[in-house]
Structures are given as structure tokens and as C-alpha cells.
């Protein structure tokens, strides 16, 4: 396993935008595929947005789609959540994953998941 680093978390007002960055060791090895997940506050964790090594594939939450895109470069080992029209709802701890299950039945961790610390997420109204 490898250490991951979220940043770009922050506060800002409804209808904002933030773009989330990780990077670490493993983040890119071939064939990983990675992913966003956030927690609020006496909620469960939440798969946000997923893809795959290529970045052929993506899936988002129903509740973050048409809003949120990730992204990957793989040349410079981070991965990328960008958020745009954002709520109150939004408001969570998000953390980037790897090694996750990731297909259009839902965004999981899986076995041999690691994560990053977190990186805070505030939306005011």
C-alpha cells in the first residue's frame, strides 16, 4: 500500500466549485482503478465518483451526477475530483481511495482498498 494525499477541500458558498486533487505512491500502477468517497457527519460513506486506469470508464453517484467529473493523469500520479454547482448536501469529509470496485452497479471499496486522510468539504447556503 501506498500514502495518499487529498487537497483542494475548502468552504465556499452554494453554487460554488472546488477541484479535489490526490496524489501518492500506487495512485497510478497499472491496471488500479481509484476513486472518491465522502462521509458527513452520522452518515455512511458514499462512493462520489470512480474510474478506471485508462479513464475509459467513469461512474458517479446518483447524486453527484451532471455536477461532478473525475479525472486522472497518470503521468503526474494525481487524481482529480472536479465539483461544480455545489450544495449544502455536499458538505463531507472526501477522501480518494485505490484499488476500489468501481462499475454501474456502485462505487465500493474493495479487499485491498487504501485511502487517503481526508480532505474537508464545506458548502454554506
Known amino acids: 500500500q501506498g500514502q495518499l494525499v487529498e487537497s483542494g477541500g475548502g468552504s465556499v458558498q452554494a453554487g460554488g466549485s472546488l477541484r479535489l486533487s490526490c496524489t501518492g505512491s500506487g495512485l497510478t500502477s497499472d491496471g488500479t482503478t481509484v476513486g472518491w468517497f465522502r462521509q458527513a457527519p452520522e452518515k455512511e460513506r458514499e462512493g462520489v465518483a470512480c474510474i478506471n486506469w485508462s479513464g475509459q470508464r467513469q461512474y458517479y453517484g446518483d447524486s453527484v451526477k451532471e455536477r461532478f467529473a473525475i479525472s486522472r493523469d497518470n503521468v503526474d500520479n494525481t487524481l482529480y475530483l472536479q465539483m461544480h454547482s455545489l450544495t449544502p448536501d455536499d458538505t463531507a469529509m472526501y477522501y480518494c481511495?485505490?484499488?476500489?470496485?468501481?462499475?454501474?452497479?456502485?462505487?465500493?471499496?474493495?479487499?485491498?482498498?487504501?485511502w487517503g486522510q481526508g480532505t474537508q468539504v464545506t458548502v454554506s447556503s
Open positions: 481511495a485505490v484499488n476500489i470496485a468501481c462499475s454501474s452497479i456502485g462505487i465500493y471499496p474493495a479487499d485491498f482498498t487504501y
